[in-house]
T-cell receptor
Framework: GAVVSQHPSRVICKSGTSVKIECRSLDFQATTMFWYRQFPKKSLMLMATSNEGSKATYEQGVEKDKFLINHASLTLSTLTVTSAHPEDSSFYIC???????????FGPGTRLTVL | GESVGLHLPTLSVQEGDNSIINCAYSNSASDYFIWYKQESGKGPQFIIDIRSNMDKRQGQRVTVLLNKTVKHLSLQIAATQPGDSAVYFCAENRSRGGSYIPTFGRGTSLIVHP
C-alpha cells in the first residue's frame, strides 16, 4: 500500500488563528487526495476531495472558505483551517487513492485542539 | 436514506478465539467494499477488500464474506491476538463522477482479552 504522511501530528492553537496541515504521498503520485475529520468515538466524515491542479470538491455542509484545500503537486495536499474555533477541534485525516483509482490509503492523522 | 451500518458497537473476545465483525449496507449499487482497522490516535489501516463479483476473500488470518442477497458484509479474524484490539470500519465504495468515494460505517470496537 501507499505510504502517506501528515504534518504536524498534533497542534494546539488559539481561537482565531489559522492552522495548516500537510498531507504527503511518499511513494507514488496521487492525482486525488481526500480529507476527513473524525470526532472521538465516531466514524470518519469526508470533508473534501482534492484534485491536483484543480479546485477541491467539498461535501455538503463543509465550508470551503473555512477549510481551504490546496493540491499543488502530485505528492502534496494542504488543508488550512482558517479562523479556528474550539468546535473545529478534531482529528483530521488525509488519504490518497492508488493507481487503480479504487483503494484509499490513509495518513496517520493530525490532532487539532483549538483553545 | 441509504447507509452503511454495523450491528455491534463493541465486541469482546478472548485471545485465541475467532472474531466476527458484521456490517450491513443498503445501497445495492455498491460494488466495492473495504475493511479498515483503526488504532487509537492513528489513521485507518487497510485490511482487506472485496468486490461484488466475489462472495469470499481471504487474507492473512482475515476473511471477508459478502452476502449480496441480504446486503451483509463480515470480517472474520482467526486466532485473535491482543494486537488486533482496535476499531474496525467497513467502507462502502460508491461510484460518483466516475470514481469511488468511500462511506464509512459506524465502527466496531474489538477488545481482545489476554
Amino acid at each position: 500500500g501507499a505510504v502517506v504522511s501528515q504534518h504536524p501530528s498534533r497542534v494546539i492553537c488559539k481561537s482565531g488563528t489559522s492552522v495548516k496541515i500537510e498531507c504527503r504521498s511518499l511513494d507514488f503520485q496521487a492525482t486525488t487526495m481526500f480529507w476527513y475529520r473524525q470526532f472521538p468515538k465516531k466514524s470518519l466524515m469526508l470533508m473534501a476531495t482534492s484534485n491536483e491542479g484543480s479546485k477541491a470538491t467539498y461535501e455538503q455542509g463543509v465550508e470551503k472558505d473555512k477549510f481551504l484545500i490546496n493540491h499543488a503537486s502530485l505528492t502534496l495536499s494542504t488543508l488550512t483551517v482558517t479562523s479556528a474555533h474550539p468546535e473545529d477541534s478534531s482529528f483530521y485525516i488525509c488519504s490518497v487513492r492508488d493507481s487503480r483509482g479504487d483503494t484509499q490509503y490513509f495518513g496517520p492523522g493530525t490532532r487539532l485542539t483549538v483553545l | 436514506g441509504e447507509s452503511v451500518g454495523l450491528h455491534l458497537p463493541t465486541l469482546s473476545v478472548q485471545e485465541g478465539d475467532n472474531s466476527i465483525i458484521n456490517c450491513a449496507y443498503s445501497n445495492s449499487a455498491s460494488d466495492y467494499f473495504i475493511w479498515y482497522k483503526q488504532e487509537s490516535g492513528k489513521g485507518p489501516q487497510f485490511i482487506i477488500d472485496i468486490r461484488s463479483n466475489m462472495d469470499k476473500r481471504q487474507g492473512q488470518r482475515v476473511t471477508v464474506l459478502l452476502n449480496k442477497t441480504v446486503k451483509h458484509l463480515s470480517l472474520q479474524i482467526a486466532a485473535t491476538q491482543p494486537g488486533d484490539s482496535a476499531v474496525y470500519f467497513c467502507a462502502e465504495n460508491r461510484s460518483r463522477g466516475g470514481s469511488y468515494i468511500p462511506t464509512f460505517g459506524r465502527g466496531t470496537s474489538l477488545i481482545v482479552h489476554p
